[in-house]
């Protein structure tokens, strides 16, 4: 985890990770878009606080993204946990959302400041995933096809069938 005694040594984003992680029991990384490709955002801090796993979202406005794990991370911090292929019906006016778990081999390219906190990627994190307006998943036949690379599909580990080829050729 963070290390409070090395914190001179640390840049300002280090700080604010392990102080947010400290105070809060999370931090929130939100990470730009890229050309044409999808911004994500994703926690660090609920493995050390609640072993939860961490979560992790694609494709929506920055923003939001940031408050919808936040708001999260409220419910694991009052007892709520959230697995693999759970259907979230709250999260999202009208949409359910689905988590999956993400390969650890994508955890260099998506979570880079998670692996620097954990030192390694012993830490377990889960996708959140929003439908299409018919309610289907991007693994679902009939998803909407233009949403596709909004979201890439991390709990699969080849970067062709996770559709995350294009995404990360040009990280």
């Keep these: 985890m963070g290390d409070e005694g090395c914190k001179h040594d640390l840049n300002e984003a280090s700080r604010k990770v392990i102080h947010d992680v400290n105070t809060y029991g999370w931090h929130v990384v939100k990470v730009s878009v890229r050309d044409e490709h ?11 606080t609640f072993r939860h796993p961490e979560l992790l979202m694609f494709g929506l406005e920055l923003d939001l993204m940031h408050r919808l794990i936040n708001s999260l991370g409220e419910e694991v911090r009052g007892g709520r946990r959230f697995t693999a ?53 991007p693994w679902q036949p009939g998803f909407e096809s233009s949403l596709e690379s909004h979201q890439p599909l991390l709990f699969r580990r080849d970067p062709v069938e996770a559709r995350a080829e294009a995404l990360f050729a040009s990280a």
């Design 85 to 137: 292929d759970f259907e979230h019906d709250d999260l999202l006016k009208n949409y359910r959302c689905a988590f999956k778990p993400v390969d650890p081999v994508w955890y260099p390219e998506v979570l880079g400041f998670a692996t620097w906190y954990y030192k390694g990627s012993g830490f377990p994190t889960l996708q959140c995933f929003w439908p299409d307006k018919q309610q289907r998943y």
């Design 38 to 48: 999808p911004g994500w955002a994703f926690s660090i801090g609920l493995f050390h």
